[in-house]
Every structure is written in structure tokens, then in C-alpha cells.
């Protein structure tokens, strides 16, 4: 049977076309997948973010001298000096190792204990970028989390949910919160995974993670000996004191001047005695700089109230911090009272 040429080179060209076709669908497949796995990627820490009660936070190093911004800091003496002989010691160890003289094996690795607001997360970030200056990390960042950052609910959950973020604090620092959570005991908790976890990749990802755990003295004393891993991991301590109420003043204070904002002599007065009383009063659970600052806040909020009454406001009466101000601003507030 003969076939017309004209018939066969159409079928050739249709065939072609076809093939052509199949082509494209198959490539275009293949990147609809790979943009649903990139959309994954981004939409899975997204959901572990948001079981947690408190965010991972990650702080970018900021520009700066951080042994200046270690010296500023208000009270802290015991802490700065911690902190200074820390760097001091790595710089000369780095610099033995320089000259082919043996160091004894070092961690890095930190524990920080006091009471809340005593400055336990600024601290933090400092030696992040101490770290980086001394060669110890390449980017000096820190991750904050806690408990509700590393553990899941369900089986399967805390180990990807640790390595995640260990992973976001590779080449800085990971902050880890009231860590002596991670060792709260129950049939359905998974905190001795994310221990398990975490002292894994402390010690795969030596070179480029560095570890500080914080919280109150005693709790943190019994999660590290809780577990063989954590002590030969963490044998460096940085206790953290209350401020005292003269530390506790020069705090408002600061905020103030960074705010622009005045304070008057009887306020002042009256400021001090407060929080004499408060720190005399305090229990374990008093929020330190954190109870200074809601004072602050409900000042400059009264302020405002006691201001938007008036008409032909200056400068000075924007500025101006009045004795009923801060009078209103301790109304309702724990620890004045006198017990």
C-alpha cells in the first residue's frame, strides 16, 4: 500500500510535535515538585515556631565594641569580670597554639544562673560577639529559645525540632531559657530526647556551636548533674546577683535619658524609697531590670494621661517625669507594700 508523502511527513511532524510536548509537561512537572518541596521547607519551622508558647528569636550581631558594652552595663561587677577572664584566657590560649605550645582542651560551652531580669540575655549576646571577635565563632549571632522551642508534643517531633534550631545557631550561640525545664519527667514528655539531641550535635558541631543554658541557681545545678553529658559539657559557671535598689534606680534612669525623659527631685526621692522597699521585700520570683522597666512604662503612660488634659504643651511638659506619676505607676504593683 503506497502512502502519500504528503501524509507522511504531516504524521512525522505531528509525532515530533507530540514528543516536543511530552517534554515540556515533564519539565514543567519536575519544577511544579521541586517548588512544592521548597514550599514545604519553608512552611515546616514555620509550624514548629508556632507550637511553641515562646518564639525562637534570633539576634543578629550588631556593630559595636562588645567589651565596651560589657563595661557600660549597669552593676554586674562579678559578672564582667567572669566574662573578662574568660576572654582573656582564650585570647592567650589562641595565641600559644600560635607559637606550637600545647593547651589543655577547653569548652566553650556556658552556664549562667540567677534570678529573672538580672541581665542573664544581654550577657548572652555579648560573648556572642566576644566569641566572634576571638575567632571562636565566624558569625557571633544567638538564638534564644526554651523548653516550648526544642520539645514536641507528639512522638517524632522534639529531635527535628532540636536540630532545627541548633541548626539556625550554627557559627554563633544557642540560649537556651530556664533550661532545667528540658528535665521535667512524664510518661508523655519528650525533654530527654531534646537533651539527648542537643549533647549530639555539641559535640558534632563542636567547632561551630556554642552552648548557654540559663536559670536559677539550684534548678540548674540539678539539671546538670541530672545528666553525665551535660557535665563533662558544661563546666563553666556565671552566677548572675539581684540588682540593689541603687542598681535598680541608675536602671530607670536609663531609660529614662535613652527615652528623654526628666525625672523631678520629689520623684526622684520618692522613686528611691520604693524601690528600697521593693528589693527588701522581693522574693525568687522578682523580675529585677524587667520590674524596673513595667515601672518605667506605667510612668510615662500615666504621664501621657495626665498631659492629654492640658493644652500648650512645651517641651518641658513632654519631657517631665512629676511625682504623681510615678506615685500611680507603683499602684497595684508587687513587693511595695511592707510585710
Known sequence: MNIDPKITKIIGI????????????????AVTDDEEEDRKEIIEPAEQKADSTKQVVVNKPLEGDPYQE????IGLESVKEEVRTLANFVRIQKMRADKGLKNPKMSYHLVFTGSPGTGKTTVARIVARIYKD???????????TDRSGLVGKYVGQTAPKTNAICDSALNGVLFIDEAYALT???????GDEAISTLLKRMEDDRDKLVVIVAGYPNEMKRFIESNPGLQSRFNKYINFPDYTPQELFDIFKMY????????TPDAAAYLREVLERVV???DRNFGNARYVRNVFEKTIEHQANRLSKQKNLDKNDL???ILDDVK???????YVESR
Open 184 to 190: 521535667q519527667n512524664s510518661d508523655q514528655d519528650y
Open 280 to 282: 527588701k521585700n522581693k
Open 70 to 73: 560589657l563595661d557600660e552595663l
Open 14 to 29: 505531528g509525532c515530533l510535535v507530540a514528543f516536543v510536548l511530552m517534554g515540556i509537561f515533564t519539565i514543567v512537572a
Open 328 to 334: 500611680k505607676a507603683f499602684v497595684g504593683q508587687k
Open 134 to 144: 576571638l575567632g571562636i565563632l565566624k558569625q557571633g549571632h544567638l538564638v534564644e
Open 319 to 321: 519631657t517631665e517625669i
Open 256 to 263: 529614662l535619658r535613652k527615652n528623654e525623659y526628666t525625672l
